[in-house]
Every structure is written in structure tokens, then in C-alpha cells.
């Protein structure tokens, strides 16, 4: 299954670190080591505008807030310790005009808020699914949420010092309010708010390095499985991918279906019980950096230091059912079921890879709305696009 | 510098130091300290991107040069130390023996794997040292290298955080932002020629 490059756009004259597709619009906005972002059409693959001016160091992370009516909302985590939110007024028309603005327009991004409190550089953000709050993460060892009032107006909900180091990733659960992060402490941690309090109901132990990036599986997938619930996918520096499977009946969510009343009293456990349901199969040489579940095919793309980017697939008939086997039999099974479809050496020349995502494919020669794209971005300062075969 | 850490280090006599010609005591620059960009001895230089060769017009001979580890070892002797005015190389901070290189023309991107061995046990500067190191090869080296710069085993007292540290490609750029590091790192790197 090759993987053909349909565009290279020189985004950025420094390394850029992470990339994010709009939730609904053609459009991609980039995180540099040059303290900038850019917008890019997913329409024609140009750069539509810069976003700078925010920052005073890297930017590290940026988020587009889902759910937006008439306007595009981006939260960007730098260097510097703060997160900035910014907006624009966005022509609902903008879809079918492929984000192209003109000149004028473009002076439209607004740095609207600055979110300070951490100690030192934020590393990551992340909105939760319905966008109401914000996630932000810190090489300070903490995961703060904010929550967004009202326009532009935030407040610090949760502050969570339960890593023990830096903290590289954080990410939502596609329809609980369950935040995961990731840390250099080698862990993965899953928080809940029990009643006014946000705790840890889960701690994820297995990756033998730091976890560099986790996502949820989208409930999209062929493979999603409504009992079992959506599955949590993590990459690490000890060159492994993992997916993480929640057991048994815990949590919130889970306590309603299972014909128990769920409790309402103060001190009801939240604790969760995941465990590690596969492995996929080793491909990558250095660190991987970077995850993506396709909420289309349910495929995973990963990418890292070895400047591969490789996709999994995974063969529902030989995966196990939601609570068919348990433990380490299980994860043999599910590691199985993973299978390589594509490995691609050198996406970015000699460069490391260090995000990729998938996107829904937008530009002229896209085969039906459920044709999608790669998106890889490295230290050469490339955004590359990619189309599966 | 006041309280030094290690105030009477071992100091290596110059000409016991590896050295490809071992009697010309005038040996030519290096090819690739030559290569190096105008920036690399200035970390406060304008661009923005030190730590990337971006250059590409001087290395585009058809003939890709190899690089061995005396040419390695060459490009990090001449550093200085942090807190003493003798260079690594005759500290025995980096050794020959130390450097491994494999640059296989098959493969699109080679690996340089150097260990360094701080002075003393404890020594608080490690972190810099190795940094330094970090910085002067990827500043010297075309970008088809990575480059692993490591606290050899049993040399330091924290040698397995200094080196997840050293290994952390987030936190080295971030160190690389900081004024304060990098004033150190750059004068390490002043010595070079």
C-alpha cells in the first residue's frame, strides 16, 4: 500500500512540531520553532496566513476548538509558558471557498487571550470534544484545564501535579469528559471530574521510555465497538506503539449501563481499570513522536526520529471482543490483529518527523468525502501530504 | 570562575592526543570544520535556527565526503571546558575510543554515538558539557547525521537522567532557547577553530 506525496509546502524556515487539520474546514494550522503558526489550504496546499507575534519563543502545540459557529478558534502552547487563544471571524461559506481569503482578510487572526500559570514551556494542548474546556500540559510536571465562561473570558478548573516529569502530551476522550496526558515519566494518567474535584482515575504503566503522544480511538472507526468503548493509542521513545483498553464497568459513564444507579455520593470511586490491549507490531528505529487513528478507516499512522512514517491496520475478525480474554492473552491476541500496510523511509529527506495527522481530503482530485490525506511536518520546516493507494 | 568543583583535573599532554597527523603540530582545519556555517561559533548569531544546517549549497559535491571518528573527535577536542580553560580533549572529557560512527552510503541518514566523561563524578556541568557537545556537532554536521551525545556509563552520579535528558530532542531545543545555557555553550565552543 504505497503512499504517493501530493504536495510539499515550505511552511517554515525552522522545524515545525506539530500540525492540527480544522475539525470541519480545508484548512491546517502549524506549530514552528520559529515562534509562528501558518494556516494552509487542504484545498489547493498554499499558505493562506502566519499566524505570529504571540509568542516569544517556540510554539510547541496548536489546537483548533471544535464546534465553532461563524468563526475559527486556535489555541497555541509555547515555549514561553503561556497558551494563546486566537480567532477569526469565519465565512460559513468558507468551506466551499476553501478557506482562501484575500490580502485584507487575512489581518483578521486575533490574539485574543494569553493563558499564563505554568512554570515553564506547555508542551501540549488539547480541547475537549464538545470544546467547553481547555487541556494544557507543562514541562512543570502539571495538566491544567481551563474552562471558557464566556468569550474569551478563562478560568483555571483543575491543576493536576500527579506526573512526576515533564508532561509531553494531553488529549480528550471523544465523548466523556475523560483527559489523558502522557509524561517523560514514562506513564500514561486518565483524569475525571468527581463532582468539584478533577482526579486521577488511572494510571497506565508498561511503555519503557518517555510516551511522547496519545490519542483516543474516534468513535468513527469500523472498528468501534460501543461496549467496549473507544481505545486510547500511545508512542514512546522505547519504539513502541500500545493501545489501551478500558475493563470491566468503571467511570462514570460506564456505572449508567451498568444497571447500577450511578452514585452521586461524595467519595463514589472513579477509579478505572485499562489495561494495555496490544501491542503493534515494531517498526520504527528511533523515537516515535507521533500517533494518528484515522476516525475514517481506523487505520494508525505513526512517524519519529527515524524520519518513517509507517500505518497499522487492524483486522477486525482476528481482534478480541470487548471482555473475551483478559490480560496478557488478550494483549497477544490484539497485538496480532495489527498488521504493517505501509512503511514509508525518508518522508522528509534526511529529516525527523515529528507530527503526523490525518485529514479528510479536500483538493480537486479527491476520490469521494471519505477519501483522506496524511499530513507529515519535520525539522526540514515541510508540511508533506500524502495520499494511501 | 569561583569554587571549582574540580579544582586540579588530570590534564592530558597535547601531543598525546589523537590527532590523524600525528607530527604536524600546524594541522590543517578539518574539511568539515570548514564546512561548518559562519553561525556556528555564535550562538547569538541572527538566525533562528543554529542547530540546522540549512545551507545545503557547500555540501552538494556529487562526492559525499565520509566521516570518520577522528574527524568527530576533531570537531569537539578543541571545545573548552566550562569551568576550566583546557579543552576536552586534553581533559579526556571526550576520547577517540568513545566515538563511534556509522555511515553507511546505502542509507539515507547516518548515526554518530559519542560518550563523554565528566571530570568528577558529580559534576554539575555535565548537563552542559553535553549540550555543547549536542550543539557544536549539530552545527558542524550536515543534517543526514543524527547525532546521540551520552554520559558514558558509571561516569556521573545521575548518569541515567543526564542522559534521557541529552536524548530528549524537546528538551534540548527548549535548552537551546535559554540565554543562559547557551552563554556557556557558546563560550565552550570559542575555543574552536
Known amino acids: ?389 | 570562575m569561583e569554587n571549582l568543583q574540580n579544582a586540579n583535573p588530570t590534564i592530558l599532554n597535547l601531543s598525546d592526543l589523537p590527532t590523524r597527523k600525528p607530527t604536524a603540530s600546524t594541522k590543517p582545519k578539518s574539511a568539515l570544520t570548514s564546512l561548518a556555517p559562519s553561525y556556528a561559533n555564535d550562538p547569538f548569531a541572527p538566525s533562528s535556527v543554529p542547530e540546522l544546517v540549512s545551507d545545503d549549497s557547500e555540501d552538494d559535491d556529487s562526492v559525499v565526503e565520509s566521516i570518520d571518528a577522528q574527524e568527530i573527535y576533531d570537531l569537539v577536542s578543541t571545545m573548552c571546558d566550562p569551568e576550566h580553560p583546557i579543552t576536552l580533549g586534553e581533559l579526556a572529557v571526550v576520547n577517540l575510543d568513545h566515538i563511534t560512527v556509522q555511515d553507511d552510503p546505502e542509507e539515507l541518514t547516518g548515526l554518530i554515538t559519542l560518550e563523554f566523561t565528566p571530570t568528577i563524578t558529580h559534576c554539575h556541568l555535565a548537563t552542559v558539557i553535553g549540550l555543547g557537545l549536542v550543539v557544536r556537532l549539530q552545527q558542524a554536521l550536515p543534517p543526514r547525521f543524527r547525532i546521540d551525545v551520552r554520559c558514558r556509563e558509571g561516569t556521573h552520579t545521575t548518569d541515567r537522567q543526564l542522559n534521557k535528558q541529552l536524548a530528549d530532542k524537546e528538551r534540548v531545543m527548549s535548552a537551546l532557547e535559554n540565554e543562559t545555557l547557551m552563554g556557556l555553550v557558546g563560550k565552550m565552543i570559542e575555543t574552536c577553530k
Open chain 1, 1 to 389: 500500500m504505497p503512499l504517493q506525496k501530493l504536495a510539499s509546502v515550505s511552511a517554515h524556515t525552522d522545524r515545525i512540531w506539530q500540525c492540527a487539520p480544522h475539525p470541519t474546514l480545508p484548512l491546517l494550522a502549524t506549530a514552528s520553532g520559529d515562534k509562528s503558526s501558518r494556516i494552509i489550504s487542504l484545498l489547493t496546499y498554499n499558505t493562506l496566513s502566519t499566524i505570529d507575534g504571540g509568542h516569544k519563543r517556540s510554539i510547541r502545540s496548536v489546537a483548533w476548538k471544535p464546534n465553532t459557529r461563524g468563526e475559527s478558534v486556535l489555541a497555541s502552547g509555547s515555549f514561553d509558558a503561556t497558551a494563546g487563544i486566537w480567532r477569526r471571524y469565519e465565512d460559513d461559506s468558507g468551506a466551499a471557498t476553501g478557506g482562501e481569503y484575500n490580502d485584507e482578510e487575512d489581518e483578521e487572526w486575533r490574539f485574543a487571550v494569553v493563558l499564563d500559570g505554568h512554570e515553564s514551556e506547555i508542551k501540549s494542548v488539547a480541547w475537549s470534544a464538545g470544546g467547553s474546556f481547555l487541556a494544557t500540559c507543562s514541562r512543570d510536571k502539571s495538566v491544567w484545564v481551563w474552562e471558557e465562561l464566556d468569550d474569551d473570558n478563562f478560568e483555571t478548573v483543575a491543576v493536576m501535579q500527579e506526573h512526576t516529569q515533564d508532561v509531553k502530551c494531553v488529549t480528550w476522550h471523544p465523548e466523556e469528559i475523560l483527559l489523558a496526558s502522557a509524561s517523560y515519566d514514562d506513564t500514561i494518567r486518565l483524569y475525571r471530574e468527581d463532582l468539584d474535584d478533577w482526579v486521577c482515575c488511572t494510571l497506565l504503566e508498561g511503555h519503557e521510555s518517555t510516551v511522547w503522544c496519545i490519542t483516543f480511538e474516534p468513535l468513527t472507526t469500523p472498528n468501534y465497538d460501543a461496549k467496549r468503548g473507544a481505545r486510547l493509542a500511545s508512542c514512546s521513545d522505547d519504539k513502541t506503539v500500545r493501545i489501551w483498553t478500558r475493563v470491566g464497568q468503571s467511570g462514570v459513564g460506564a456505572g449508567q449501563g451498568a444497571g447500577a444507579p450511578p452514585s452521586i455520593l461524595r467519595g463514589a470511586p472513579v477509579e478505572e481499570n485499562w489495561t494495555c490491549s496490544a501491542i503493534l507490531p515494531k517498526a520504527h528505529d528511533r523515537s516515535i513522536y507521533s500517533i494518528s487513528w484515522s476516525p475514517r478507516t481506523g487505520r494508525i499512522a505513526s512517524c519519529g526520529g527515524d524520519g518513517k512514517i509507517v500505518i497499522y491496520e487492524e483486522d477486525k475478525t482476528s481482534a478480541p471482543g470487548a471482555m473475551e480474554v483478559d490480560g496478557d492473552a488478550k494483549a497477544e491476541q490484539g497485538s496480532k490483529a495489527w498488521k504493517i500496510v505501509a512503511e514509508l523511509k525518508g518522508a522528509h529527506g534526511v529529516y525527523e518527523i515529528n507530527n503526523v495527522a490525518w485529514s479528510k481530503r479536500y483538493d480537486k482530485d479527491k476520490r469521494g468525502e471519505d477519501d483522506e490525506i496524511i499530513v507529515s511536518v519535520g525539522d526540514d520546516g515541510n508540511v508533506n501530504i500524502w495520499a494511501v493507494e
